[in-house]
């Protein structure tokens, strides 16, 4: 049996991880995608076997699933997971689920290649410092906004991420465990805007601003930050492109 490994941060992608060091999707998981049982999915790939076996060896492989049930499936390659996909006539759900698997092997090879990064790894861990003294912030904030009699103060964490996210042009992407995909650059960027925002939300409750004010003058000091960047430029000429 192929031991099942997932890349750290990388457990939430949902078709596609790392089996004995290389990256496949289960059929189990791609027929259910494809709206297909997967019963026939396997009879399908059986039948067209040595299509399949054009672009890589078949993995077969077992497991017991949180049900209790033994599941035996194939581990494509993303060459064969494509391929699988074009046996299928288009309809709304397969077009959708055929980008999804496009998009995951995407966002796997890229979080690979960033891993075998050394500036990435390091810049990786000093976000994750920034992060977590944000977190804290952001918990004051949310105290100190209950206080004020907030009732929805525990949302302020989603809400100054995706203010964050927005500002520096990431929230477009909604991708799962996002930071894993983003490069050097996009990292760096992520790093400064958090701790604006962790400095931005202490200088406020610091000055005794009312609670709802304190989040929309965080956020324009994010804007602020992000309009250094030029990124609102950047937007522009894509879309004008």
Known sequence: MNSVQVLP???????????????RAGTYLISQGFGKRH?????????YESDFLDFGRLKRHKY??????????FLLNEEQA?????????????REFKKTIVREFSLMKKALLNQSNLEWKQQREQGKLIRRQEADAIQTLVDYAIQQGSQNA????????NATYKALGLIQHKEPQLRETLDTLQLNQLLLAENIACK???KHIKAGHFYKDIFKLVKLDIEAFAGT???????LLEEVA
Do not use: A, C, W
């Open 229 to 235: 960047l030029m990124l609102s430029e950047n937007s």
């Open 39 to 47: 019963k026939d999915v396997l009879e399908l790939i059986r039948k």
């Open 200 to 202: 931005s939300i202490i």
């Open 64 to 73: 017991v699933s949180t049900g209790g049930r033994p599941i035996e499936e």
């Open 82 to 94: 494509i391929l699988l996909g074009s046996y299928f006539s288009n309809t709304e759900i397969i």
């Open 9 to 23: 941060n990388q457990s939430s992608l949902k078709i596609v991880s790392l089996y004995s060091s290389e990256v």
């Open 154 to 161: 525990k949302f302020y964490f989603t809400h100054i991420t």
